[in-house]
């Protein structure tokens, strides 16, 4: 007969009721899945938009990762947020996602390692240089921080190294790895989405030609279905394209295109505005008194409605990149100077926006100022700021690069962050509310009020225009500045401003993930050195030698009453 009140019978019962608890949890886990991130930023965490397009993956998805060999402890740790990651992705595309890490310079001759490297810069992996020291010895190594994803026949390159490079490296790294999961995820979706969006760029008014904006064409042309020459008049069945893109108009819009261009927008249509206000060019920059005036684009009351005004103004910036100048002759030949030209603001401070987050510095020609103005239910967040120290010149403008010569006086620039693109969110009020409408419209299909929608306005249309190689006539990438051969973040903007324009998935929400960095406090480590190795390798022996001593005494003095 079992005595159910032995200690053996209870002690078995407990561990019977131990193995049925484990084993119902296991059955449990088996068909509902769940994974916690118990960090507080969950850094460990993937986007339910990342969760989505990893479970309906229908093609196996090949990713080589360019970051392997002898790393430093930065680009170490980056590399391990890399693999952390596509881990991640791993979990959600079961037996879909195949991981490898390569050392490009472990091709087999330095001619096969070239040819490999010139292979990834083309595929848009750009080389970095990583300067290291090693038993006191400095030691440079060239690494390609990204990775190329195949699938379906198809492949792209990613670069994974992002961030502000005006940050120390492990402040860049670390914004590098807030984006890992966008970058990825952007670019597998790219490649497996059959159902592309339709962007399409005005014509009809002067805008930047072919050739000017062909590298933007070429990047958005990877993602989208992109169309040139949309007319607002002549184009059938706008509300098609889910997003439309204007680049510096120079002649005026009637008002029969700005109402039809209104009715978009009121149906939910998105639009990027690009506009330079002012008509300023450096080829006229060197002739005496020459003025940069207004362009009679005729939008000013139409943006005004929707919530900002762009300034006939031109704002001039300390921090500003660099233009050969002039300066002085010597032999007959003229002799050049690199100086900052503040009519080339470089914008380094942003919104707090997935647009704008962790980006480098974008450059600007001639960008003017805007203004927001009362628009109930819009949403107005200014997406790029200039620095602590500009000012503002009104129309018209004297552009001379001989006054340069002459220097400038820092306390004339007092302005602190000027607005110079603006996101604008909500619903619209429509231009033509308790107006005539333009000959040849009908009140039919009319609408007053907009469908929730976003607008994208930037007061520089030189942000979406590449340079052309003078000898080649060759487009170059967006961004790139001829006289410091710097590739800028033109392009990652603009990207990113469309893709937050005409993405109903919110998959760029990925960028909104944010990893703090904890570092010590180098100066008291310092100080606290000693302190702190008294502590962790002295004081353990000293409380386990005070254990040891307690130990024998209260031993000795349990055992000595049967002595």
């Known amino acids: 007969m079992v005595n159910w009140k032995s200690k053996k019978t209870g002690d078995f019962l407990l561990l019977a009721n131990a193995v049925v608890l484990v084993l119902l949890v296991n059955l449990v886990a088996t068909r509902y899945f769940f994974r916690a991130d118990l960090t507080e930023e969950k850094r460990y965490s993937i986007k339910p938009q990342t969760k989505d397009i990893l479970r309906t993956l ?4 090949y990713i080589e990762v360019y970051l392997e060999g002898e790393l430093n402890a930065g680009f170490r740790r980056f590399q391990k947020n890399i693999r952390e990651t596509l881990d991640e992705f791993r979990v959600y595309a079961p037996g879909k996602i195949h991981v490898t890490f390569t050392d490009p310079q472990a091709a087999g001759s330095k001619q096969a390692q070239s040819e490999f490297m010139a292979d990834l810069a083309q595929r848009g992996i750009q080389p970095t240089n990583v300067v290291d020291t ?68 005005l014509s009809g008014h002067g805008e930047a030609d072919s ?40 002649t005026a819009y009637t008002e029969q295109e700005k109402y039809r261009l209104d009715q978009y927008i009121m149906q939910g249509g998105k639009v990027m505005f690009l506009i330079d206000r002012l008509n300023a060019r450096m080829d006229s920059a060197s002739a005496e008194g020459y003025l940069a005036l207004p362009y009679p684009e005729n939008l000013d009351d139409q943006l005004f409605r929707y919530g900002v005004r762009i300034n006939p103004d031109l704002i001039q910036d300390l921090q500003s990149a660099r233009y050969p100048i002039v300066t002085g002759q010597t032999g007959g030949k003229p002799q050049m100077q690199m100086m900052e030209w503040p009519f080339f603001p470089l914008i380094n401070r942003y919104a707090d926006h997935p647009i704008t987050r962790n980006l480098d510095a974008i450059v600007t020609r001639f960008v003017s100022s805007i203004d927001t103005v009362k628009a109930p239910g819009v949403k107005k967040t200014p997406l790029l700021l200039t620095s602590a120290q500009t000012r503002t010149v009104v129309a018209p403008v004297n552009i001379s690069a001989n006054a340069l010569r002459q220097g400038v006086r820092p306390e004339d620039f007092s302005k602190d962050g000027v607005p110079v693109g603006y996101l604008l969110e909500g619903t619209f009020p429509s231009l033509y ?105 002295v004081l353990p022996l000293v409380l386990l030698t005070i254990f040891g001593v307690v130990r024998m005494y209260w031993r000795k003095k349990k055992f000595a009453r049967f002595g």
């Open 58 to 61: 229908e093609d196996d998805v």
């Open 134 to 201: 090693r038993d006191g010895q400095r030691v440079e190594k060239i690494i390609f921080p990204g990775a190329v994803i195949a699938s379906g026949g198809m492949e792209t390159g990613v670069m994974l190294l992002k961030g502000s490079t005006a940050r120390t490296s492990d402040e860049r790294i670390n914004q590098s790895i807030e984006t890992i999961e966008y970058e990825l995820i952007n670019a597998l979706y790219t490649l497996t989405n059959t159902d592309r969006k339709r962007i399409g760029f």
């Open 211 to 250: 050739l000017q904006v062909v590298s933007l064409y070429r990047d958005l042309g990877q993602v989208y279905e992109v169309e040139r020459g949309v007319n607002l008049v002549t184009t059938p069945s706008l509300e098609t394209y889910d997003a439309l893109i204007m680049v510096r108009p120079v």
């Open 433 to 537: 509310k308790n107006r005539f409408l333009p000959n040849g419209e009908t009140k039919e299909a009319f609408r007053d009020q907009s469908a929730p929608t976003r607008l994208v306005v930037l007061a520089d249309a030189d942000l979406a225009m590449n340079e052309v190689n003078p000898r080649s006539h060759q487009p170059q990438p967006l961004g790139f500045y001829p006289f410091t051969n710097y590739i800028f973040a033109n392009r990652d903007l603009l990207m990113n401003a469309v893709a937050y324009l005409v993405d109903e998935q919110g998959l760029i929400q990925a960028r909104s993930k944010q990893i703090k960095i904890r570092p010590l406090d180098r100066e008291k480590v310092t100080q606290e050195r000693v302190t702190w190795q008294i502590l962790n390798l």
